[in-house]
């Protein structure tokens, strides 16, 4: 877990708040928000999310949405164009502005695992594919168990990769309906994933059962590109992978 904070102009910025200084000073007492040290005052992503909702208007806060949350899904058909890269410091941005984000790993080569520092060869990993595993056996999916948490107070959390989630393809072959199948756990988890304010998942490269039912459940893909020729060649096939399951399941994918 990273104990990652800013300072008040940051957080004052972050949070929204378009009072003085001294009304934030004011505002952070009130929240028993502590100065470190007993000299300067450093905000958490959730002493952050603590001063929006605080400025919200009264009963805002109540009677959380019960749904899944948007569904942010970096996707692109070529590697090495830093969607990754993106993906992670989109989650980090969005969690330090006081949003609680989930992020999922979609990608074997475990690349957002690796770049918040999880060493995914020695560590007990549980990954989507399992998850979606043990939904389809009528299994508990335990997706909590799954979570390992980047920010404190799960602010930022990750279900992480391994090479293992290769293996997905293979069991999902024969699934009915295989497409749906992580919408489906979506839905049937919804206690859980609704507590989030936003998901976010870095999708491996290339075109696979995986990848398509990642995408089957999101209503939004961010392709990170470079105006070179691979990459435009990459882009028409993710278009042509996108309008594929729009004509065969009528989906409303925006990319």
């Known amino acids: 877990m990273r104990d990652f904070k800013v300072k008040a102009r940051l957080a004052q910025e972050f949070s929204r708040f378009s ?7 004011d505002l952070s007492n009130e929240l028993g928000i502590t100065k470190e040290g007993g000299h300067h005052r450093l ?12 400025l919200l208007k009264p009963g805002s806060q109540e009677g959380r949405p019960y749904r899944i949350p ?31 984000i989930l992020m999922i790993d979609g990608d074997p080569q475990a690349s957002l695992t690796s770049l918040f520092g999880i060493d995914w060869v020695n560590e007990e990993i ?7 595993r ?3 056996k009528k299994q508990s999916a335990n997706v909590e168990q799954a979570i390992l948490p980047i920010y404190a107070g799960n602010m930022l959390d990750l279900i992480p990769s391994d090479i293992t989630l ?10 009915t309906n295989r497409e749906a199948m992580f919408k489906r756990l979506l839905n049937t988890e919804i ?6 304010d936003a998901i976010v998942i870095d999708s491996a490269p290339g075109t696979t ?27 028409r096939v993710l278009a042509s992978n996108v309008a594929e399951l729009n004509t065969a399941f009528a989906l409303s994918t925006a990319i």
Not at 191 to 196: G, K, L, Q, R
Not at 212 to 224: K, Q
């Open 209 to 235: 059962l995986l990848t398509n039912t990642l995408m089957f459940a999101c209503n939004t893909l961010i392709a990170v590109v470079w105006l070179d020729g691979q990459s435009i060649e990459a882009m």
């Open 126 to 132: 549980t990954h989507i594919g399992e998850l979606m």
């Open 43 to 54: 905000y958490s992503a959730k002493d952050i999310r603590l001063i929006r909702l605080k």
């Open 19 to 25: 009072g003085s200084p001294k009304a934030f000073r």
């Open 134 to 136: 043990h939904y389809y």
């Open 70 to 100: 948007p569904i942010l899904n970096f996707r692109m058909t070529k590697g090495g164009t830093g969607k990754t890269t993106i993906a992670g410091n989109v989650a980090s941005t969005l969690a330090m502005q006081g949003h609680r």
């Open 166 to 175: 290769a293996d997905a393809d293979s069991w999902l072959m024969g699934a």
């Open 191 to 196: 206690a859980f994933f609704s507590t989030y």
